[in-house]
């Protein structure tokens, strides 16, 4: 089993749509990256989360350390945000990622 | 707005040959990493280097494997003798703390 899981595994969505991805955990973590990874292969860090929420932009992120579990939200979504988006946990020393979700916007 | 750097972008060599990828972390940064991606699958720990030593290291991260800050700036992971399966993306990862700042990665092909 994964130690960190993500769903859906693709996610397609009409510009304009409210989208939400999710990442659940099973093991200890001291902080919750979301990380977003375009088509030519470079990951762009978009949050930093160890409680509550952070927002940016468009861009949304919760986090609820008793049950191991956290949501990306894009609001408003266009067809640019369409990327594999990447949630990784800080464990020890390293990060442990989850298998990604790939995200399609389409105009 | 400083960033982290990777040289070279794309690097082909034939199996059993060394390879170092270069890594320059951004400067004021005191945890540097290794990552490596295989096409298609998910991103994998290698190894964490902090205070001039490795912190710690994946199973991945074998007696081929080694990293080093030669100089104060870059750091550099060699690959002893290349496998096929070392085919992959490798990204090099600074900060401080928690945060991480990914570079743009190498292209390892090795055939």
């Known amino acids: 089993k994964n130690e960190v899981e993500q769903s859906p595994q693709n996610l397609t969505a009409q510009e304009g749509e409210f989208i939400t991805i999710n990442c659940s955990y099973s093991v200890g973590i001291s902080a919750l990256h979301w990380l977003q990874q375009h088509p030519g292969g470079g990951i762009v860090s978009l949050f930093m989360l160890s409680s509550g929420k952070k927002k940016h932009g468009r861009l949304i992120a919760t986090i609820n350390i008793q049950e191991k579990h956290s949501s990306l939200h894009i609001t408003a979504s266009h067809p640019r945000d369409s990327a594999v988006y990447i949630c990784?946990?800080?464990?020890?020393?390293?990060?442990?990622f989850g298998t990604g979700t790939r995200l399609q916007v389409f105009p | 707005e400083p960033e982290v750097t990777q040289t070279p972008s794309h690097q082909v060599t034939q199996m059993g040959q060394e390879v170092i990828l270069r890594c320059v972390p951004i400067?004021?940064?005191?945890?540097f990493y290794w990552y490596r991606q295989i096409l298609g699958q998910k991103v994998e720990f290698l190894v964490s280097f902090y205070n001039n030593e490795i912190s710690e290291k994946s199973e991945i991260f074998d007696d081929q494997f080694s990293v080093e800050r030669p100089d104060g700036s870059n750091f550099t992971l060699k690959i002893r003798s290349t496998k096929l399966e070392d085919s992959a993306m490798y990204f090099c990862a600074s900060g401080r703390e928690d945060e991480q700042y990914f570079g743009p990665g190498t292209r390892l092909t090795v055939t």
């Open positions: 400067s004021n940064h005191l945890y």
């Open positions: 990784a946990v800080r464990n020890t020393d390293k990060l442990i």
